[in-house]
């Protein structure tokens, strides 16, 4: 959630704020210096070694503000996980009255999140003062050897200085606004690696199936099938074969394997070794999608979508006929007074 909403924010700010300023700041700094190297060429050496310096002392701090972008974004990450496990978990919290425990997490979380906010805006905001320091700094090196240059007598003049100092004093401010936006694009391009990260996630369950699953009309067959979360054994060698028709109960003690045995037939898994048959066919050879519109799956865990009953009951098919979905509520509903209140509810 963090990825998706702050990271995309700072994403975005970054391209926004630094667009313009990637393009002119850079074509107009060019242009002063083609032109300082046209008055003098002696002094514009000196802004070649003097340049790069304060280039490298600009880049030291950036790249730590990269390191404290990723920690922060790491934090708000952190932060919405605990606002989840409270919201989501608050009568269990209450039931052994966790609540200080869990507050005293929050805000401890998010104080740290306050102080790397807070040197991340101390490092942004010393990127302009930090330039017109150093701007300073190098115009008063150029002074120096501008005056010994016109004192020895060399064919640079004093009105040529003046004019070298003021088109030197006109590049400090695209000089400025390019350090500011490389802080900025530091900030951006931390949040850009933790989005591309989400986005390249491996797909572990590959859907290579080019055939259709129309029907289910023999059973289903689990052919020496193993499975292992990385390392760890899980299922060793199953076989069972499930005909048509007939009920099947897993029974063991929790974490034996009960519910990962049945993921691996709508291939929320798939398997270590092994093989799962469907009317005889290996699953892998259908298309995961025919294979799972051929299978009605009751979660352990029952969750409701914040929409209405209807849109909940026809969830994977939205334009069922409303007679199916009141039929549904019948079988529901057996009270006729809920079932004439709701029947209103599909109506509206």
């Not at 000196?46 to 922060?72: M, Y």
Request: glycine content about 6%; proline content about 4%.
């Amino acid at each position: 959630m963090s990825r998706m909403t702050n990271d995309a924010a700072l994403v975005e700010s970054s391209i926004i704020n630094t667009m313009e300023g990637l393009i002119k700041d850079p074509v107009m700094v060019i242009s002063y210096l083609v032109a300082m190297v046209a008055i003098s060429p002696h002094l514009s050496m000196f802004l070649l070694i003097l340049l790069p310096a304060t280039a490298f002392i600009i880049g030291r701090i950036s790249r730590t503000l990269k390191k404290q972008s990723n920690a922060a974004a790491s934090r708000v990450g952190d932060t919405l996980s605990i606002l989840d496990e409270t919201l989501g978990g608050i009568r269990i919290i209450k039931a052994f009255c966790a609540e200080k425990i869990l507050n005293n997490r929050f805000v401890s979380l998010n104080n740290t999140l306050l102080g790397i906010n807070k040197k991340m805006a101390a490092r942004r905001d010393l990127a302009s003062p930090l330039t017109e320091l150093l701007g300073v700094a190098v115009l008063c090196i150029i002074i120096y050897f501008g005056a010994n240059i016109i004192l020895t007598g060399d064919s640079l003049t004093a009105g040529d200085l003046i004019a070298f100092i003021a088109i030197f004093a006109m590049m400090i401010n695209p000089a400025k606004s390019l350090s500011s936006s490389f802080f900025n694009v530091q900030a951006g391009s931390a949040a850009i690696e933790r989005i591309e990260q989400l986005l390249n996630t491996p797909v572990k369950v590959e859907d290579n199936g080019t055939n259709q699953l129309e029907s289910f009309d023999q059973g289903i067959e689990f052919r020496n099938v193993s499975f292992s979360y990385n390392e760890t054994p899980i299922l060793k060698n199953i076989n069972l074969t499930i005909p048509k028709g007939k009920t099947v109960a897993l029974v063991g003690s929790s974490g034996a394997g009960k519910s990962t045995l049945a993921d691996l037939v709508p291939r929320f898994h798939d398997v270590t070794d092994g093989e799962i048959l469907v009317d005889g066919v290996n699953i892998k050879d259908y298309s995961i999608e025919s294979i799972r519109a051929q299978i009605g799956i009751v979660s352990q865990e029952p969750i409701l979508f914040n929409d209405t009953i209807g849109n909940n009951i026809t969830l994977a098919h939205p334009d069922a006929p409303r007679k199916i979905l009141r039929m549904q509520l019948k079988w529901l509903m057996p009270s006729g007074l809920l079932r004439a209140n709701l029947r209103n509810l599909i109506r509206t």
